[in-house]
Protein backbone atom coordinates (compact mmCIF):
# COMPACT_ATOMS: atom_id res chain seq x y z
CA UNK A 1 0.00 0.00 0.00
CA UNK A 2 1.40 3.63 -0.57
CA UNK A 3 1.84 6.11 1.76
CA UNK A 4 -0.26 7.96 -0.12
CA UNK A 5 -3.06 6.59 1.29
CA UNK A 6 -2.05 6.97 4.71
CA UNK A 7 -2.06 11.14 4.42
CA UNK A 8 -5.24 12.79 5.72
CA UNK A 9 -6.53 14.65 2.45
CA UNK A 10 -7.98 17.45 5.28
CA UNK A 11 -4.58 18.17 6.49
CA UNK A 12 -2.34 18.52 3.49
CA UNK A 13 0.45 21.28 3.14
CA UNK A 14 -1.01 23.38 0.39
CA UNK A 15 2.16 24.99 -0.09
CA UNK A 16 5.20 22.51 -0.21
CA UNK A 17 8.97 24.24 -1.24
CA UNK A 18 11.88 22.06 -1.75
CA UNK A 19 15.50 22.69 -1.98
CA UNK A 20 16.76 19.93 -4.32
CA UNK A 21 19.71 19.21 -3.30
CA UNK A 22 22.17 15.96 -4.09
CA UNK A 23 22.68 15.46 -7.94
CA UNK A 24 26.50 16.27 -8.03
CA UNK A 25 26.99 14.12 -5.18
CA UNK A 26 24.53 11.08 -6.62
CA UNK A 27 26.04 11.27 -9.50
CA UNK A 28 29.73 11.10 -8.13
CA UNK A 29 29.13 8.37 -6.02
CA UNK A 30 28.25 6.59 -8.86
CA UNK A 31 31.37 7.59 -10.93
CA UNK A 32 29.31 9.80 -13.39
CA UNK A 33 29.84 13.27 -14.91
CA UNK A 34 27.77 15.76 -12.71
CA UNK A 35 25.61 16.58 -15.50
CA UNK A 36 24.26 12.91 -15.14
CA UNK A 37 22.78 13.95 -11.49
CA UNK A 38 21.16 16.92 -13.25
CA UNK A 39 19.31 14.80 -15.99
CA UNK A 40 18.54 12.01 -12.92
CA UNK A 41 17.31 14.94 -11.13
CA UNK A 42 15.07 16.39 -13.87
CA UNK A 43 13.41 12.55 -13.79
CA UNK A 44 12.62 13.09 -9.79
CA UNK A 45 11.05 16.54 -10.45
CA UNK A 46 8.26 14.78 -12.71
CA UNK A 47 7.90 12.25 -10.15
CA UNK A 48 7.53 14.60 -7.22
CA UNK A 49 5.10 16.92 -9.03
CA UNK A 50 2.94 14.15 -9.92
CA UNK A 51 3.12 12.88 -6.14
CA UNK A 52 1.98 16.47 -4.99
CA UNK A 53 -1.11 16.45 -7.09
CA UNK A 54 -2.34 13.56 -6.25
CA UNK A 55 -2.06 14.08 -2.35
CA UNK A 56 -4.00 17.55 -2.93
CA UNK A 57 -0.91 20.25 -3.07
CA UNK A 58 -1.92 22.93 -4.49
CA UNK A 59 1.91 25.14 -4.47
CA UNK A 60 5.15 23.07 -5.27
CA UNK A 61 7.78 25.66 -5.21
CA UNK A 62 11.39 24.40 -6.59
CA UNK A 63 14.74 25.69 -5.65
CA UNK A 64 15.94 25.22 -9.54
CA UNK A 65 18.79 27.55 -9.80
CA UNK A 66 19.61 29.86 -7.05
CA UNK A 67 21.80 33.31 -7.88
CA UNK A 68 24.53 32.07 -6.23
CA UNK A 69 24.65 28.99 -8.53
CA UNK A 70 25.81 32.06 -11.65
CA UNK A 71 29.24 31.26 -9.62
CA UNK A 72 29.32 27.45 -11.05
CA UNK A 73 31.62 26.32 -14.37
CA UNK A 74 30.36 27.87 -17.13
CA UNK A 75 29.75 24.16 -18.55
CA UNK A 76 27.62 23.28 -15.98
CA UNK A 77 25.56 26.68 -16.02
CA UNK A 78 25.12 25.65 -20.15
CA UNK A 79 24.36 22.33 -19.53
CA UNK A 80 21.26 23.25 -17.07
CA UNK A 81 19.92 25.82 -18.87
CA UNK A 82 20.37 23.29 -21.96
CA UNK A 83 18.60 20.44 -19.88
CA UNK A 84 15.60 23.20 -18.72
CA UNK A 85 14.82 24.18 -22.05
CA UNK A 86 14.41 20.54 -23.00
CA UNK A 87 12.99 19.27 -20.19
CA UNK A 88 10.08 21.94 -20.12
CA UNK A 89 9.52 21.67 -23.77
CA UNK A 90 9.09 18.23 -22.98
CA UNK A 91 6.72 18.00 -19.92
CA UNK A 92 4.00 21.17 -20.98
CA UNK A 93 1.87 18.40 -22.67
CA UNK A 94 2.03 16.22 -19.34
CA UNK A 95 1.45 19.25 -17.34
CA UNK A 96 -1.49 20.19 -19.18
CA UNK A 97 -2.80 16.98 -19.08
CA UNK A 98 -2.49 16.90 -15.45
CA UNK A 99 -4.33 20.69 -14.55
CA UNK A 100 -0.53 21.73 -13.39
CA UNK A 101 -0.03 25.57 -14.23
CA UNK A 102 3.99 26.24 -14.41
CA UNK A 103 5.17 29.67 -12.40
CA UNK A 104 8.23 31.40 -12.17
CA UNK A 105 10.17 33.39 -9.44
CA UNK A 106 13.52 34.96 -9.67
CA UNK A 107 15.32 37.45 -11.40
CA UNK A 108 14.16 35.91 -14.73
CA UNK A 109 15.74 38.32 -16.85
CA UNK A 110 20.04 36.77 -16.30
CA UNK A 111 18.31 33.46 -17.66
CA UNK A 112 19.59 32.80 -21.33
CA UNK A 113 16.78 34.63 -24.42
CA UNK A 114 16.36 31.16 -25.24
CA UNK A 115 16.03 29.44 -21.71
CA UNK A 116 13.10 32.05 -20.41
CA UNK A 117 11.28 32.03 -24.06
CA UNK A 118 11.34 28.27 -23.52
CA UNK A 119 9.34 29.03 -19.49
CA UNK A 120 7.23 31.84 -21.42
CA UNK A 121 5.88 29.59 -23.87
CA UNK A 122 4.74 27.07 -20.84
CA UNK A 123 3.36 29.09 -18.43
CA UNK A 124 0.83 30.47 -20.99
CA UNK A 125 0.35 27.39 -22.33
CA UNK A 126 -0.33 26.12 -18.61
CA UNK A 127 -2.43 28.80 -17.57
CA UNK A 128 -5.62 27.51 -17.22
CA UNK A 129 -4.29 24.43 -14.71
CA UNK A 130 -6.37 24.35 -11.66
CA UNK A 131 -4.70 21.05 -9.83
CA UNK A 132 -1.21 22.14 -8.82
CA UNK A 133 0.78 25.23 -9.29
CA UNK A 134 4.54 24.40 -9.93
CA UNK A 135 6.61 27.18 -9.13
CA UNK A 136 10.62 27.37 -10.55
CA UNK A 137 12.79 29.23 -8.79
CA UNK A 138 15.76 30.04 -11.02
CA UNK A 139 18.11 32.68 -10.33
CA UNK A 140 16.60 33.24 -7.30
CA UNK A 141 17.52 34.59 -3.62
CA UNK A 142 15.65 35.64 -0.85
CA UNK A 143 18.22 38.31 0.36
CA UNK A 144 17.76 39.62 -3.85
CA UNK A 145 14.15 39.16 -3.63
CA UNK A 146 13.78 40.93 0.03
CA UNK A 147 15.94 43.90 -1.28
CA UNK A 148 14.01 44.73 -4.29
CA UNK A 149 10.99 44.37 -1.97
CA UNK A 150 12.44 47.24 0.46
CA UNK A 151 13.32 49.49 -3.04
CA UNK A 152 9.94 49.10 -4.07
CA UNK A 153 8.46 49.95 -1.05
CA UNK A 154 11.35 53.06 -0.30
CA UNK A 155 9.99 54.28 -3.43
CA UNK A 156 6.18 54.09 -2.67
CA UNK A 157 6.60 56.08 0.42
CA UNK A 158 9.02 58.10 -1.34
CA UNK A 159 6.15 58.69 -4.16
CA UNK A 160 3.56 59.16 -1.81
CA UNK A 161 2.04 56.20 -2.52
CA UNK A 162 2.55 54.27 0.85
CA UNK A 163 2.29 56.12 4.41
CA UNK A 164 5.49 54.43 5.77
CA UNK A 165 3.39 54.34 9.35
CA UNK A 166 0.85 51.78 7.87
CA UNK A 167 3.64 49.75 6.45
CA UNK A 168 3.21 46.19 8.11
CA UNK A 169 3.95 42.25 7.83
CA UNK A 170 1.15 42.34 4.92
CA UNK A 171 2.38 45.42 3.26
CA UNK A 172 6.00 43.58 2.51
CA UNK A 173 3.96 40.06 1.50
CA UNK A 174 2.79 42.58 -0.96
CA UNK A 175 5.98 43.28 -2.77
CA UNK A 176 7.76 39.97 -2.59
CA UNK A 177 7.76 37.35 -5.63
CA UNK A 178 5.49 35.01 -3.67
CA UNK A 179 2.72 37.48 -3.25
CA UNK A 180 -0.27 35.32 -5.00
CA UNK A 181 0.62 32.16 -3.44
CA UNK A 182 -0.41 30.64 0.34
CA UNK A 183 1.93 30.81 3.55
CA UNK A 184 4.62 27.65 3.21
CA UNK A 185 3.07 25.29 5.26
CA UNK A 186 6.99 22.61 4.44
CA UNK A 187 10.27 23.48 3.26
CA UNK A 188 11.90 20.25 2.56
CA UNK A 189 15.99 20.15 1.80
CA UNK A 190 17.41 16.94 0.11
CA UNK A 191 20.95 16.17 0.52
CA UNK A 192 21.85 15.56 3.86
CA UNK A 193 22.63 19.41 4.45
CA UNK A 194 20.98 21.13 7.25
CA UNK A 195 20.50 24.75 6.41
CA UNK A 196 18.03 26.56 3.86
CA UNK A 197 20.44 28.42 1.58
CA UNK A 198 19.15 31.65 1.02
CA UNK A 199 15.79 30.11 0.42
CA UNK A 200 12.55 31.91 0.94
CA UNK A 201 13.86 33.21 3.90
CA UNK A 202 10.85 35.37 4.89
CA UNK A 203 8.02 33.08 3.73
CA UNK A 204 9.56 30.50 5.98
CA UNK A 205 9.19 31.79 9.46
CA UNK A 206 6.67 29.57 9.88
CA UNK A 207 7.02 26.10 8.01
CA UNK A 208 7.81 23.37 9.46
CA UNK A 209 11.59 22.06 8.49
CA UNK A 210 12.17 18.50 7.08
CA UNK A 211 15.74 17.23 6.26
CA UNK A 212 16.80 14.09 4.75
CA UNK A 213 20.08 12.70 3.54
CA UNK A 214 18.16 10.74 0.47
CA UNK A 215 20.05 12.52 -3.02
CA UNK A 216 17.29 14.61 -5.04
CA UNK A 217 17.75 11.91 -7.56
CA UNK A 218 16.39 9.10 -5.29
CA UNK A 219 13.86 11.26 -3.92
CA UNK A 220 10.58 10.04 -5.27
CA UNK A 221 6.73 9.85 -4.77
CA UNK A 222 6.92 7.96 -1.25
CA UNK A 223 9.81 9.95 0.12
CA UNK A 224 7.25 13.00 -0.70
CA UNK A 225 4.69 11.63 1.22
CA UNK A 226 6.94 10.54 3.77
CA UNK A 227 7.44 14.30 4.32
CA UNK A 228 4.03 14.78 4.49
CA UNK A 229 3.17 12.72 6.99
CA UNK A 230 6.08 14.01 9.31
CA UNK A 231 4.08 17.40 8.95
CA UNK A 232 1.11 16.11 10.00
CA UNK A 233 2.30 14.84 13.24
CA UNK A 234 3.72 18.11 14.02
CA UNK A 235 1.12 20.68 16.31
CA UNK A 236 1.49 23.78 14.23
CA UNK A 237 0.72 26.43 17.54
CA UNK A 238 1.94 30.14 15.84
CA UNK A 239 3.62 30.96 19.17
CA UNK A 240 0.34 30.02 21.10
CA UNK A 241 0.61 27.16 23.86
CA UNK A 242 -1.05 24.01 23.18
CA UNK A 243 -4.50 24.54 25.18
CA UNK A 244 -5.34 27.98 23.13
CA UNK A 245 -5.55 25.59 19.66
CA UNK A 246 -8.45 23.73 21.01
CA UNK A 247 -11.74 24.09 20.10
CA UNK A 248 -13.04 27.22 22.04
CA UNK A 249 -10.09 28.99 23.12
CA UNK A 250 -8.94 32.02 21.61
Known amino acids: MSLLDKIDKENVPQHIAIIMDGNGRWAKSR ?22 TKAGVKFLTLYAFSTENWCRPEEEISTLMELMVYTVAKETDNLIKNGIRLHCIGDIQRLPENTRNALCRCIEQTSSGKNLTLVLAL ?34 NEYLTTKDMPELDLLIRTGGEIRISNFLLWQAAYSELYFTDIFWPD ?32
Open 139 to 172: SYSSRWELVNAAKAIAAGVKNGVLDENSITEETV
Open 31 to 52: GLDRTEGHREGAVSVRKVVEAA
Open 219 to 250: FDEERLYEAILDFQKKERRFGKISEQLEKGNP
